[in-house]
DNA sequence: TTTATTTACGATATCGTTTTCGTTACATTT
DNA sequence: AAATGTAACGAAAACGATATCGTAAATAAA
């Protein structure tokens, strides 16, 4: 039964709680005989401080949260993996929670985390968030945030992005090159800046080329695969088929994948396709997929940093900032005119 | 500065601070009149109890850990979207660690959590773990562990696996069965008992049919890419070239398909290929790939529920048990002797 | 009326740390 | 010799909630 405090340590050494607590932490208060003696009796006896007490006398937790829409999403993960190793570095812990792209939910963890049990949050937004009263309120206690990727202009913190415009830009212009006359944007949730940049994006392109922008063109997505499923098969089906589809996210690139096996359309020779992706598999695909690829294990790592820095400063305020690292585009057979 | 606790709240209400809390917690102490008003004020306040508090009083956190090798891995990932699930149900917070496969990661991250900063853990162990004092020494300080997948025999606790012995075997006969007459495993760790056991699955299978066992078909890869793809590489160009592989994990599948891809090797013609995987675009890789699939979201969901279980019941020594969740083949053209 | 019993509440110890503030004993300065 | 300084330690008060007592008043039983 080692359960080993300071009060047990101090015992068997015939010395105070409070000569032994500060021994551990290495004050200068103490000799350094006695460090010894106390860090030895400590290593033998298995003493492992309770995290619990310190958080409470401290009131800091190392502890920070993640909040994201949904885990099951390559960029996601791979943004937590780069949080992780900084968190790691930094001793830090990582309590996870996915809101399931639902506002509810995101608000109740949110008040869960209003109270002390983390110094700090890293976040994406849940797609149809459009209040923000759950999060501001967060900061007024004194809890920093972090966005990235998904994330909310309407607060004075620091946010993580990838070029979102001109990445839309340039998948659009790619597509154009590649001999697209037509091409569709499909959108995941009007409420998303990201979605609503990369679709600028779309639209600057288009204008530069003058090309007269078809409102049918763009067809709004949602959580619910089934509508889009829906929704894509119209617009493979029209008469007015687009001959380009420029996906704002992986999972519609997949289902507009699906979809064109079902309806035998062939890309890239029908139908050329891009999409934002993380997956790690676009070069298997069949065909291969045309990506633009966020950096996700570096926003992962930017936004954890910054986090950091502040805690460690022990300012919970951050200053708004806008840290864009650029997305990359890879050409692969999906936009291949050549096939 | 909303940082109200039971005092501010006592106060404000004139009453003692453990006739509020009480009130709060729904003792039978306490008149309703007084409970309506308590929390009538703790709402007006916005009362949000410090957690820590709580954990250092009560010897219970509300927390679990789950440790995993790594997080880019669909698998893991859907175990925990699964064990994250019930979690939210039952009120349950989560701390996510990777391990990256490294036992010294995995020793240092469980003696950070031998002290009560989690009631309980779920893990799949690092691929080279061989030795389990570090972990059983938490079990005998009181913190349940309860393992899935990459499972520790050693240790007396719940284990969810897969059919790993029999998927094994499943596959080995698949490929048998459409034609492949040589067939190499992938091993990815030689420590890990789930690779053993589809080890001896394979193994059973070619027992089964009368084919002689040939060494240089068992490739022991790692999680050295670079080392695995030399492996492998020289497997496929040697002139005892397989024409079927099984890969006990979706990397390794990848692995080779990328090699083929170079070596102008095509699948299935020429080699057919059966994995372990998780991978959600298998049916729109080139060619689609024939996998053994894990309920991953199901094993999670069952790992957690059982610690909860047994949290519940205040008690931290989990019986053995060996929970067994079937795994499902999905024929695909990697395997299809008709292309 | 006296003695139990119930109801509703308050004082206080406790969880395990950290930290402030004393308090020695001894060395150093005037 | 008196005053000051310093090094090394201990006592005790936090941190915020919970639970064990105790106790007053009100009710019931004797």
Redesign the pocket.
């Known amino acids: 039964m080692p359960?080993?405090?300071?009060?047990d340590l101090?015992k068997s050494l015939?010395?105070?709680?409070?000569?032994?607590?500060?021994?551990?932490?290495d004050?200068?208060?103490?000799?350094?005989?006695?460090?010894k003696k106390v860090i030895a009796k400590a290593q033998q006896m298995g003493?492992?401080?309770?995290p619990?007490?310190?958080f409470?006398?401290?009131?800091k937790s190392k502890t920070i949260a993640i909040l994201i829409p949904e885990l099951t999403n390559n960029y996601f993960i791979q943004a937590i993996s780069g949080a992780e190793t900084i968190a790691q570095e930094n001793n830090y812990h990582i309590l996870i929670y996915a809101t399931n792209n639902n506002i509810e939910k995101e608000s109740s963890i949110l008040k869960h985390l209003n109270n002390g049990r983390v110094d700090g949050i890293l976040m994406s937004v849940s797609s149809n968030t459009s209040q923000y009263n759950h999060i501001e309120e967060l900061i007024r206690n004194g809890i920093p945030i972090v966005f990235f990727d998904r994330i909310c202009h309407e607060i004075e913190t620091a946010k993580i992005t990838t070029n979102d415009f001109a990445s839309g830009f340039m998948a659009t212009e790619h597509l154009l090159q590649t001999g697209s006359k037509k091409i569709a944007y499909l959108s995941i949730s009007e409420h998303l800046s990201i979605d609503h940049k990369r679709k600028q994006g779309y639209l600057e392109a288009l204008n530069k080329h003058d090309i007269q922008l078809e409102k049918e063109l763009m067809i709004q997505c949602s959580d619910d695969e089934k509508t889009n499923i829906d929704k894509i098969k119209k617009l493979l089906t029209s008469k007015k088929r687009p001959d380009g589809i420029f996906a704002s996210v992986e999972k519609l690139a997949l289902t507009t994948y699906h979809l064109c096996k079902e309806l035998k359309i062939r890309i890239p020779q029908d139908l050329k396709i891009i999409s934002f992706s993380n997956l790690r598999t676009a070069d298997l695909l069949n065909p291969s997929l045309t990506t633009i690829t966020q950096p996700a294990y570096e926003i992962g790592k930017e936004a954890a940093s910054i986090l950091f820095k502040y805690l460690a400063k022990r300012k919970s305020l951050i200053p708004n900032e806008n840290i864009v690292i650029n997305s990359k585009l890879t050409i692969r057979d999906s936009t291949n005119p050549d096939l």
């Open positions: 359960k080993v405090n300071l009060k101090a015939n010395i105070s709680v409070s000569t032994v607590s500060k021994a551990l932490r004050s200068y208060e103490i000799s350094n005989e006695t460090k003493y492992n401080p309770n619990y007490a310190g409470l006398r401290n009131n």
